[in-house]
């Protein structure tokens, strides 16, 4: 069974750090890109980093750029999260994205976790 599980959500106060982590299992996220989202009420889903499935290059939000960081370990099937100086406008739930591209024939794939909530509160 093909599955992404988030955790190390919670409650923490303006200028705090929490690391998320998402475990995959039922696949190999060595061949995929790893990604984590997050949505906001009424606000669009937002892509907050990407790590390439090397894990050589990776990509930031403007928002989050400087305080974010992506990870991943192939080895262990995880990818993290770290977010340092986390402020009331990083409150949302956060996914984690596995994808790969489709090339010609080979079927591509895209998977989603179930969510972590994040709450940035006084």
């Known amino acids: 069974q093909v599955q992404l599980v988030e955790s190390g959500g919670g409650l923490v106060q303006p200028g705090g750090s929490l690391r998320l982590s998402c475990a995959a299992s039922?696949?190999?996220?060595?061949?995929?890109?790893m990604s984590w989202y997050r949505r906001a009420p009424g606000k669009e889903r937002e892509l907050v980093a990407r790590?390439?499935?090397?894990?050589?290059?990776?990509n930031y939000a403007d928002s989050v750029k400087g305080r974010f960081t992506i990870s991943r370990d192939n080895a262990k099937n995880t990818v993290y999260l770290k977010m340092n100086s986390l402020n009331p406008e990083d409150t949302a739930v956060y996914y984690c994205?596995?994808?790969?591209?489709?090339?010609?024939?080979?079927?591509?794939?895209?998977?989603w976790g179930q969510g972590t909530q994040v709450t940035v509160s006084s």
């Open positions: 039922g696949f190999t996220i060595s061949s995929y890109s």
């Open positions: 790590i390439t499935n090397t894990g050589g290059s990776t």
């Open positions: 994205n596995a994808n790969r591209p489709s090339y010609g024939l080979v079927a591509g794939y895209d998977y």
